[in-house]
């Protein structure tokens, strides 16, 4: 795996508590660096806390972050912590990480950046880092990871397998990451196939199985024989479907080509681990400097995996298209369309 890609790394990012007593707004403008100082190098006790929109047994998303936090704790030696919260809980959980003392915050989505680069200036001593989003602030910004392309190559795959012509996405789209993904799947089955029809199921939370199920269900009795997802936790529910009605699903974020179902003929996936490392040894040794991040193929951040076991069930002409995009993107001379967020 190179490393260099991450020199220039990233970004940080992601309440109600008592208000700080005079003698502590006094020390907190004492510490309080000068704008552009740079970060100090910690000497002492190093915390990391990372935030998740779902529990990390999700198989998925925040499995996937988990992973990133735990090979911080093995490369870096620091304290970690989780904690789900989502809405107006993301502040209140940041707040809190930061007056114990946590020197980096790490919130896992969209979601959480515009909550850390609020916070940032309260807590100068602390960096805050979302794992996508648009701001920014001297101890704040995010990286994103180019999932877009793993989502296009999933488009390639599914248009070259139906035999509906219909494939469908499944997720919370009104995230403006998770919809930017949908539309990377929807220009890559276009690619294949122009007439392709995409059925978009939209879901209000990414933890309840059973409504993922009829979500997908409903996209597959509208005649969607490929099915990729966007449901973290919910996920399960989707490949449930397909096993049901007997089609297939792709996988998302993780590597999920072995889940139980046995539906799951890819998977569009995010190699995290690297990268959040490389963060935390940044924040301990003062490096780090605010601002976006963003992490592709080229820097072998996003992969597209193929189910061995279900090789059988997709064309050589499929596969043909999917390397040869696969190539393009790596190369550079294919641009994966993706939303500016």
């Not at 993780?254 to 890819?266: F, I, K, P, Y």
């Amino acid at each position: 795996m190179r490393f260099a890609w991450i020199a220039l790394l990233l970004a940080a990012l992601v309440g109600c508590s008592p208000a700080p007593s005079s003698s502590q707004e006094a020390s907190k403008a004492t510490e309080k660096p000068i704008e552009g100082e740079p970060m100090k190098p910690i000497t002492g006790e190093f915390k990391v806390a990372l935030i998740t929109p779902g529990p990390v047994s999700d198989a998925g998303w925040s499995a996937m972050a988990y992973a990133g936090l735990k090979g911080i704790q093995a490369s870096v030696g620091a304290k970690t912590s989780n904690e789900v919260a989502g809405g107006a809980k993301i502040k209140d959980s940041m707040r809190s990480y930061a007056q114990d003392g946590y020197q980096l915050i790490i919130g896992h989505g969209f979601e959480y950046n515009e909550p850390a680069v609020d916070l940032a200036e309260d807590f100068p001593n602390t960096v805050f880092v979302s794992s996508s989003g648009g701001k920014f602030a001297r101890n704040a910004g995010a990286f994103r990871f180019y999932l877009e392309q793993g989502f296009y190559l999933a488009g390639i795959l599914a248009a070259g397998t139906s035999k509906s012509g219909k494939v469908a996405c499944v997720g919370i789209d009104s995230i403006p990451s998770i919809a930017s993904t949908f539309k990377a799947f929807a220009a890559g089955a276009k690619s294949v196939n122009p007439d392709i029809q995409v059925i978009n199921m939209s879901l209000a939370i990414n933890t309840d199985i059973q409504a993922a199920k009829q979500a997908a269900l409903s996209a597959i009795d509208q005649g969607a024989d490929v099915l990729i997802h966007q449901a973290n936790a919910a996920a399960q529910g989707v490949f449930d479907a397909a096993k049901e009605k007997s089609v297939y699903a792709i996988g998302a974020n993780l590597d999920q080509n072995d889940n139980s179902s046995g539906s799951v003929l890819a998977s569009a996936i995010i190699v995290a681990k690297p990268a959040f490392i490389a963060l935390a040894e940044q924040v301990k040794a003062g490096e780090y400097k605010g601002g976006i991040q963003l992490f592709g193929m080229q820097e072998q951040a996003i992969d597209f995996v193929m189910n061995p076991a279900l090789a059988g069930k997709v064309s050589p002409e499929a596969m043909t298209k999917v390397e040869l995009a696969r190539k393009e993107i790596e190369s550079g001379k294919l641009e994966v369309p993706k939303d500016n967020f």
